[in-house]
């Protein structure tokens, strides 16, 4: 089975701060991307990347950046942490055919004070 | 207008009954759909995955796409307190999903 690994469940961190999100793959997948998920709203593309060092903007990048070192790891960045970007952050990723349906891990719920 | 548009919900239904969920979309250009499901602190997992219209069955669980209307369906039969859950329809186009805003199912035993 799929396993995507996001390091923290839960974070909280005041407006301002630097905040950084991992997130691992271990079934070699070329594609990865960052979500946020927020009521009412359903998930929203923030960033994704299909090869290391390569990264492409989503729908909602603003405040945000990315990080792909290595093809098994998907950094997201908040440059500057900021209350409206309290949220669920969702970490996912597939392989091939960019259709091919994507595997999620199990999210960190950001707080920001 | 959303691109994909889902009955928010939420639904209540008793053990045993027909659980319907359904999406709408406006973007002709969705080739393949999905239907993730997502329990209260995990993320979703994929439940079905399809790209023609018609139906397709996996257990329990029935998909429809009608691409000609742009409506998609999800049907549990016989649901069980552990299809308590939210249900998210999914939809893609040159790599990128886009996502319904879930329906939160709650199966009373």
């Known amino acids: 089975d799929v396993k995507v690994t996001q390091s923290s469940r839960y974070l909280v961190k005041r407006t301002g701060e630097k905040v950084f999100l991992e997130c691992v793959q271990d079934m070699d997948h070329e594609n990865m991307f960052w979500y946020r998920q927020d009521p009412g709203l359903g998930l929203r593309l923030i960033y994704f990347s299909y090869d290391v060092k390569m990264k492409e903007k989503g729908d909602i990048p603003e405040g945000y950046s990315v990080s792909r070192e290595k093809k098994e790891r998907f950094s997201l960045i908040l440059e500057s942490a900021s209350t409206n970007q309290t949220s669920m952050y969702l970490c996912?990723?597939?392989?091939?055919?960019?259709?091919?349906?994507?595997?999620f891990g199990d999210g960190t719920r950001l707080s920001i004070l | 207008q959303k691109e994909v548009e889902q009955d928010p919900g939420p639904l209540s239904v008793p053990e045993g009954a027909i659980v319907s969920l359904n999406c709408t979309y406006s973007?002709?250009?969705?080739?393949?759909f999905m239907w993730y499901r997502q329990y209260s602190r995990k993320g979703p997992e994929l439940l079905m995955y399809?790209?023609?219209?018609g139906n397709k069955e996996d257990g329990r669980f029935t998909a429809q796409v009608d691409k000609s209307s742009k409506y998609i369906s999800l049907f549990i039969r016989d649901s069980q307190p552990s299809d308590s859950a939210t249900y998210l329809c999914a939809m893609s186009r040159g790599g990128k999903l886009s996502f319904g805003a879930g329906t939160t199912v709650t199966v009373r035993a």
């Open positions: 996912a990723s597939n392989n091939g055919p960019s259709n091919q349906p994507q595997h």
């Open positions: 973007n002709s250009a969705f080739q393949y």
């Open positions: 399809t790209y023609s219209s």
